[in-house]
Structures are given as structure tokens and as C-alpha cells.
């Protein structure tokens, strides 16, 4: 797996999330956008409506824009329950930290 790697880019996105859960604070957009991951915009777009889609974050809005495409707008985003097992059970999420444990960049932004 790369660092690029879609499960890669999940893993650090809901262990991002998960953190700020516990924690009690809002997330900061600089910490797991597109920049932030080193990823560009529309890759960060398709896993973000990917990730709610499935049910494991909540609080985003899909908005088509003129010219075709669509943005993304935050609105109280937060780790669902599901994300949380998904994150904790699932074997790619498990790859997805070993393979960050090598590059030491598990948690965006830390």
C-alpha cells in the first residue's frame, strides 16, 4: 500500500476523527483535507461522500457545482459507530496502520 492509497487515506481520516470524538472537539479541515493528506481535491472529494455514503461519518453535504463536478460542505462532521468498528475490526483498516507506522503519520496534523 501506498500513502496515497485509498484505505490509507481512510484509516488516517477516521483515526483523525475517532481522536476528536474522544476528545470532545470539533475537527480541523487543515488536519485531514486534501493539502493536509497530500492528496488532490477531488480524490479527497470522492472519499469523503464514500465515507458517508457507507454510513461511517456524518455531518457532510454533497453539492453539485455549475460546470459539473461537486463540492463538499461540513456541517458538525463526526465519526459514526459504525466508522469506529470499521476502523477497530476491519482487516485493510489494520494494513492501512501498519503501513502508516512506517511513515509515522497515522493522525494528520500530530
Do not use: H
Amino acid at each position: 500500500m501506498a500513502k496515497d492509497d485509498y484505505f490509507v487515506i481512510v484509516y488516517r481520516i477516521l483515526t483523525y476523527l475517532y481522536e476528536c470524538f474522544k476528545q470532545g472537539e470539533s475537527p480541523d479541515i487543515s488536519l485531514f483535507g486534501s493539502d493536509a493528506l497530500g492528496i488532490n481535491n477531488g480524490y479527497w472529494g470522492n472519499i469523503m461522500e464514500s465515507l458517508s455514503s457507507e454510513g461511517y461519518i456524518k455531518g457532510i453535504s454533497v453539492l453539485p457545482r455549475m460546470g459539473g463536478g461537486f463540492g463538499i460542505k461540513l456541517l458538525e462532521l463526526r465519526i459514526t459507530q459504525k466508522g469506529i468498528e470499521f476502523l477497530q475490526d476491519n482487516s485493510i483498516m489494520a494494513k492501512a496502520k501498519n503501513v502508516l507506522k512506517s511513515f509515522k503519520e497515522t493522525i494528520p496534523g500530530l
